[in-house]
């Protein structure tokens, strides 16, 4: 079987590999003019700069781990690291583990009673489809549902969790088949941010050196049944004709291209809504306090479009060169960005409300990520369904909007589609 993958991203190059390793012949286009899209790793005055996804969760023995090791992709863990929330005009220590958070001032004491009983709650069976927020609530109390979640997520999802269906983050629904999530993370065992050597660009740069057929400046533009059952595929000129096409793509370019062939389909992922954000990387003499640090998110009643910021050169120590410390501010995203958060001086402003002691940059670069996150909304699920079910034989799409939002949850979600 032939197989045609038009999107050059970390989705489309795992499947292709995938397909390969079963003895297939696959093709991927790309219409960038290198592979990756958003997950690219880009120089920057004596070290580099993160675009998409700053790590990946990795855990022995899982589909991330057989990936890397498969396609000899060397890692590295910085550890645990620490990590806040601002609340109440203040950072505050996130506990490395849940049940350290007993002992947080980020929740009330009746709160983390309330938590305390999750493993006695009734699991709940899939369908309706439960939001985000709803689901926390239900599980683990209105406190964690309405004090912590909220940053957590804005954090991820640059979006309210009041708006978000729980399969914006997979794993809940997971662990709560087992019978609590409690029991459902005991079992899964903990996973470490792991950050692949030379930046998180290297693995689809690696998994393209691995694949046989890869054209990056190709562009599809028209997508077409065939009488015999097989695909053609117009763009940039060129003509391919294939047993199945898999559409790689963000919900709303694939919705372009299925336009005629598959129009259920189609409308469907244009239904689907993205969130932009602008990112903010900075480089600053360092400081103790964020020496071992993975960064802080804001409570977003706070943050007024400021939603965080990350410590990449603690992450990763090539990113910034010795003794300078690099940060990476989100802003925006479906909070909205106010007027003094347009410019450089906005965003430090609002850095140093947090960290009174940090200086002013040595280094600053700004870059918008236009459409980059999928904002599953609650309806997420029958819009998938819908997309799915309206593909006709031969045609198939994959995306983060449909296996969920992490590095992880796309590598084990094409793992068990190959």
Not at 91 to 112: D, N, R, Y
Not at 312 to 339: N, V
């Amino acid at each position: 079987m032939s197989t045609l993958i038009l999107g050059g991203g970390v989705t489309g190059l795992a499947a292709a590999w995938h397909l390969q390793q079963r003895g297939q012949a696959v093709e991927v286009w790309e219409a960038g003019s290198s592979v990756g899209g958003w997950m690219k790793t880009l120089p920057w005055e004596g070290g580099h700069f993160e675009t998409g996804p700053q790590g990946v969760l990795w855990q022995k023995g899982t589909a991330v781990d057989r990936l890397f090791s498969a396609i000899d992709l060397p890692f590295k863990s910085p550890g645990t690291g620490a990590r806040w929330v601002g609340k109440g005009g203040r950072l505050i220590p996130v506990p490395a583990s849940p049940p350290s958070l007993m002992f947080s001032s980020l929740m009330t004491l009746g709160a983390k009673l309330r938590m305390m009983a999750e493993p006695f709650i009734p699991v709940r069976g899939a369908e309706p489809e439960e939001g985000l927020s709803a689901f926390i609530e239900r599980r683990l109390g209105r406190g964690v549902a309405t004090e912590l979640l909220p940053a957590m997520v804005a954090g991820v999802l640059a979006a309210p969790a009041d708006i978000l269906s729980v399969d914006a983050i997979p794993k809940l629904r997971q662990w709560e088949a087992t019978g609590s999530l409690v029991n459902g993370i005991r079992k899964s065992g903990v996973s470490h941010m792991v950050v692949p050597e030379g930046g998180m660009g290297a693995l689809p740069i690696q998994l393209a050196a691995r694949l046989a057929d890869v054209r990056t400046g190709l562009r599809a533009e028209a997508l077409e049944a065939m009488p015999d059952g097989r695909w053609r595929v117009r763009g940039g000129g060129e003509v391919r004709e294939a047993d199945r096409v898999v559409l790689a793509l963000p919900a709303f370019e694939a919705a372009l291209l299925l336009g005629s062939a598959a129009p259920q389909s189609a409308a469907a992922l244009g239904a689907i809504p993205y969130t932009s954000v602008d990112l903010w990387h900075s480089r600053h003499a360092a400081l103790p306090q964020l020496k071992d640090s993975f960064g802080f998110l804001i409570h977003p009643p706070e943050g007024r479009g400021y939603l965080g910021s990350l410590v990449p050169s603690w992450m990763d120590p090539q990113s910034a060169p010795d003794g300078l410390m690099q940060l990476r501010s989100f802003i925006g995203g479906a909070f909205g960005k106010p007027a003094d958060l347009e410019t450089w001086e906005g965003v430090q402003a609002r850095l140093q409300h947090w960290i009174p002691t940090l200086a002013a940059p040595l280094a600053v670069r700004h870059e918008r990520a236009e459409r980059a996150i999928p904002r599953p909304e609650l309806g997420h699920r029958a819009r998938v369904q819908a997309a799915l079910a309206g593909l006709p034989a031969g045609l198939d799409w994959l995306s983060n909007a449909r296996f969920g939002p992490g590095v992880r949850d796309i590598l084990e979600g094409l793992e068990s589609w190959a």
